[in-house]
């Protein structure tokens, strides 16, 4: 079932199973044109999904905007990239996405976790745990990339290319200034603060995701469509919110540390989450990686701003208040 937004711009809610996200809003803008942002998951019940909302269209095949890496926003692209279709994202991230359908990719970013701490020994490798190399795409993708500043006209509308990263290092909306319209992915959500990790070749990916949000700040948007949840209603609201979320994340990182010398992975387990589960020990595996990757990000922002140090130990690194 799709909802119409605005005229030409429609919502469909995939569903994401066995996912804490539950599901995702890939919109469809119809035209002479059609154009897709964002897929789901590489599952069959996301793809069924998607196809009837195509089929509720009467849409045959339509040209694809994928926001950024995530698998739950490019999953679907090799089974809804027919003929003719252009394919579109931003450098950064695309390169990653064909990066991540080869095992070299998860190797490199298991290794990178391993060196903050995150323990092998408990979990095995992420490619046994994480929920995005099991649902990835499959094989390279054949992109046109855009880049901050470009013009897509799909619907009726000029879409210029907004270049937002921090969620991950390419990450790229779509923004109508004629009607004030923003398609953020996951840069601004209204129920949830975007998991904000570490990722290969980014050091400080908390800096770059609040430069993204002064960046966005400044444009006129009176209608925010969100990869997940509901529409936000006031998105400068929403962003002093988000600013206020992380100012209370990094005292909490710093009052976790104390005196004492820690990983990311010990910090992160006392951090406060949002999550029905007892205790630490109560969370799922893949839930600890996202948990301990928000923690490298804080504890990096720290170290870069020269309020706590970073040592390393054994090809491990640990940090400590200065």
Not at 22 to 45: S, W
Not at 176 to 186: R, S, V
Not at 214 to 239: F, N, S, W
Not at 286 to 296: H, L, V
Request: some cysteine.
């Amino acid at each position: 079932m799709v909802t119409k937004i605005a005229e030409n711009i429609y919502q469909a809610v995939v569903p994401l199973p066995n996912n804490p996200l539950r599901e995702i809003n890939a919109y469809l803008i119809t035209g002479e044109k059609n154009l897709l942002v964002d897929t789901g998951f590489n599952r069959p019940e996301c793809q069924a999904a998607l196809q009837s909302a195509f089929d509720e269209l009467g849409i045959d095949k339509a040209d694809i905007f994928i926001t950024h890496l995530h698998s739950d926003h490019c999953g679907l692209i090799c089974q809804f990239a027919k003929e003719g279709c252009t394919l579109l994202a931003g450098e950064t991230d695309g390169e990653l996405m064909n990066f991540e359908a080869g095992n070299l990719y998860w190797k490199m970013l298991d290794d990178l976790f391993l060196k903050y701490g995150f323990p092998k020994a408990h979990f095995g490798r992420n490619t046994d745990i994480h929920p995005g190399r099991k649902y990835c795409h499959e094989g390279r993708v054949n992109f046109t990339y855009v880049a901050e500043g470009d013009v897509l006209h799909y619907g009726g509308y000029d879409w210029q290319v907004v270049e937002t990263p921090g969620h991950t290092p390419g990450h790229m909306g779509l923004y109508n200034q004629e009607h004030k319209i923003y398609l953020c992915g996951d840069h601004i959500l209204g129920t949830i603060t975007p998991n904000i990790c570490i990722e290969l070749g980014v050091e400080n990916p908390l800096q770059d995701y609040l430069n993204s949000l002064k960046k966005v700040e400044q444009l006129d948007v009176k209608l925010l469509l969100t990869a997940h949840g509901t529409p936000v209603e006031d998105m400068y609201g929403r962003i002093k919110e988000l600013y206020q979320h992380h100012e209370h994340r990094l005292a909490e990182v710093v009052q976790i540390l104390g005196d004492k010398q820690k990983t990311a992975y010990d910090v992160a387990k006392d951090m406060t989450w949002e999550i029905m589960c007892k205790d630490w020990e109560s969370f799922p595996a893949p839930q600890k990686w996202f948990a301990t990757g928000e923690a490298i990000s804080h504890l990096q922002y720290l170290f870069h701003k020269g309020i706590v140090q970073r040592v390393e130990q054994d090809g491990i690194y640990y940090y400590q208040n200065k």
